[in-house]
């Protein structure tokens, strides 16, 4: 396949042949200078550091387990392939989702459907990381996997960016700028993301995971409006 792209190519197809790969194709004629390169051997990750313009950046291609199990413990292996000092973009197949009621379509609703999502918010939460479609899409239904057969549809891809260049790798710390508490504006989205938030509870598989995926989007809302 490196034969039949004209640019630079990247890949990983690990030692299962036809159950994984994951791969980077670079347009011809963009300029990079790679830094480090980085796999594992399932076939399932595959890191790239490289300087753009003098900038500093790292995108991180996955591709998560099927087997619902196994997701918590593969978003966390993602943890030691990050970086300090890169801008940070991690995308691919997540083969869950984050919001049944918002990212599927079709079938029975269960606990699998977002199996692996306490690993992934913690950590989107410890590299201030957010759904970049869905923070800008956040009443807009559409996915990119199909089934005719079983007449379904998910969102299972997507990118996960942060707004700043500048990461300190290991557990942050977030305070609410209080001072917004006292816009009106703020107060009034506020509570229609709150009710929001109260319909959908059921559609997560325990109050504790509600709650931490709630507290991740307060954060991400908060910083958006303060921005």
Known sequence: WQQEWDGLSFWNSGDKKRSSGVSFLVRKGFEIKIEQIEKDTDGKILSLCFLYNKNKFQIINLYAPNTPKDRNGFFESIDPYIKTGYSLLIGGDFNMV???????????????????IEKLNFLKSRYNLRDI??????????????S???QLNSRLDRFLSIKTSSKTKGPSYWKLNVSILDHIDYKN?????????????NQFSDIQTWWDTLKNYIKLFSIEYKT
Do not use: L
């Open 98 to 116: 984050e919001n049944i009621q918002m990212d599927r379509s079709g079938g029975t609703p269960c606990n699998t459907h977002t199996a692996g």
């Open 133 to 146: 479609w869905r923070f800008k899409n956040p009443e807009i239904c559409q996915f990119t996997y199909h």
């Open 148 to 150: 005719n057969a079983y």
């Open 189 to 201: 989205f506020f509570v229609e993301f709150w009710e929001d938030w109260v319909d959908h509870k």
